[in-house]
């Protein structure tokens, strides 16, 4: 079961990183847009947390996508 959060947690990770970089949007810039923390912003992108629905709901708002462009 914990592979699964892992590939889960990986995909989210990837994804976002993806997507920033082809909107030139820093780390820093999705922290601004999205109001979500620069640690938090963080713990996820090192696949530290998993985050909720609503936060990457914020996340796809930020980068111009929809969840279910997202995934």
Not at 17 to 45: A, F, P, V, W
């Amino acid at each position: 079961m914990r592979d699964s959060y892992l590939q889960i947690e990986k995909y989210i990770a990837d994804t976002i990183t993806s997507l920033c970089e082809k909107r030139d949007i820093s780390k820093y810039r999705l922290s601004q847009l999205s109001g979500i923390s620069q640690s938090s912003l963080g713990r996820i992108m090192t696949q530290e947390n998993l985050p909720s629905l609503i936060t990457l709901e914020k996340i796809c708002t930020a980068l111009g996508a929809t969840l279910s462009q997202f995934f």
